[in-house]
């Protein structure tokens, strides 16, 4: 089994920060691609950065240079700092994580959510 626990979701005010963390564990072997997504209600869960095993990062144009993306592979832990948070970065956001697990099988798990509100 392999579990991806978010944390770090609030409410916060607009141009405020905040920093959400995943931490996997369980039966892993390798950790590869890790992510975050994030789902507002009635739209498609989107990407909003990701990061390779060896720290080669990508980010959606909307959150580019606001957002930073981070991992520590010894703790098998993402985060994502979000910074100048705007209402419309309000959604669910979803951790993902591309891995290997002990039995040798690579796939692909989710996080619950966190909820992030931003507004005044």
């Known amino acids: 089994q392999v579990q991806l626990v978010e944390s770090g979701g609030g409410l916060v005010q607009p141009g405020g920060s905040l920093r959400l963390s995943c931490a996997a564990s369980?039966?892993?072997?390798?950790?590869?691609?890790m992510s975050w997504y994030r789902q507002a209600p009635g739209k498609q869960r989107e990407l909003v950065a990701a990061?390779?095993?060896?720290?080669?990062?990508n980010y959606a144009d909307s959150v580019l240079g606001r957002f930073t993306i981070s991992r520590d592979n010894a703790k098998n832990t993402v985060y994502l700092q979000m910074n100048s948070l705007k209402p419309e970065d309000t959604s669910v956001y979803y951790c993902?994580?591309?891995?290997?697990?002990?039995?040798?099988?690579?796939?692909?798990?989710w996080g619950q959510g966190t909820q992030v509100t931003v507004s005044s």
């Open positions: 993902n994580a591309v891995l290997e697990t002990t039995g040798r099988v690579t796939t692909t798990y």
């Open positions: 369980g039966n892993i072997r390798s950790l590869y691609r």
């Open positions: 990061i390779t095993s060896g720290g080669s990062t």
